[in-house]
């Protein structure tokens, strides 16, 4: 079994930063298959980033990283917009099952 959960959400000004982490616990083979999506009011869940590639929309502005010994990946969000406003969610697969976390919500304000 698998445990994602996700922290660091909030509410921040257009312009603002926010760095999300998902701490994992479990049968975690590969950090390189976990990634952040997200998904907002009416609208389809998305792949933000993985440690593959990005959303063209975050390019340059959001940024994945993980701290293997503390089984943790982040996501880092600078020079965010009232469109990157979301629930966000951290993914595992290992290529049977996905797993997701909770969830986090970030609000970005204008």
């Known amino acids: 079994q698998v445990q994602l959960v996700e922290s660091g959400g909030g509410l921040v000004q257009a312009g603002g930063s926010l760095r999300l982490s998902c701490a994992a616990s479990?049968?975690?083979?590969?950090?390189?298959?976990m990634g952040w999506y997200r998904q907002a009011p009416g609208k389809q869940r998305e792949l933000v980033a993985s440690?593959?590639s990005y959303a063209d929309s975050v390019k340059g502005r959001f940024t994945i990283s993980r701290d293997i010994a503390k089984n943790t990946v982040y996501l880092q969000m600078n020079s965010l917009k009232p469109e990157d406003t979301a629930v966000y969610y951290c993914?595992?697969?290992?290529?049977?099952?996905?797993?997701w976390g909770q969830g986090t919500q970030v609000t970005v304000s204008s």
């Open positions: 993914s595992y697969s290992n290529g049977y099952i996905t797993y």
């Open positions: 440690f593959i």
């Open positions: 479990g049968r975690i083979f590969s950090f390189n298959a």
